[in-house]
């Protein structure tokens, strides 16, 4: 069973900056791929950014050039990197493991508030 915790939610006015962590229990070159999504109330959950084991990024377009995904292979980790924060990027966000030959995992998921 992979187990992966996320950290680094909170409330921050727009404008503002937070560094979400999600740490697995397995080693990383296991997993394909990283990826964080989020679910804002009433909401369907979306995509937000993911990472391939070969580095690959991608964004949806409404993070484009305000947040980065990253991953340290040291750490077994993966982290988001929002700058630029708007009330609209409110939502629970979840980190998502899609680990070779065993499926995908997801999170507990973190809420992240920005405030007008």
């Known amino acids: 069973q992979v187990q992966l915790v996320e950290s680094g939610g909170g409330l921050v006015q727009a404008g503002g900056s937070l560094r979400l962590s999600c740490a697995a229990s397995?080693?990383?070159?296991?997993?394909?791929?990283m990826a964080w999504y989020r679910q804002a109330p009433g909401k369907q959950r979306e995509l937000v950014a993911h990472?391939?084991?070969?580095?690959?990024?991608n964004y949806a377009d409404s993070v484009k050039d305000r947040f980065t995904i990253s991953r340290d292979n040291a750490k077994n980790s993966v982290y988001l990197q929002m700058i630029s924060l708007k009330p609209e990027d409110t939502a629970v966000y979840y980190c998502?493991?899609?680990?070779w030959g065993s499926g995908d995992y997801w999170g507990q998921g973190t809420q992240v508030t920005v405030s007008s």
């Open positions: 998502q493991a899609a680990v």
């Open positions: 397995v080693s990383i070159f296991s997993i394909s791929v």
């Open positions: 990472i391939t084991s070969g580095g690959t990024t």
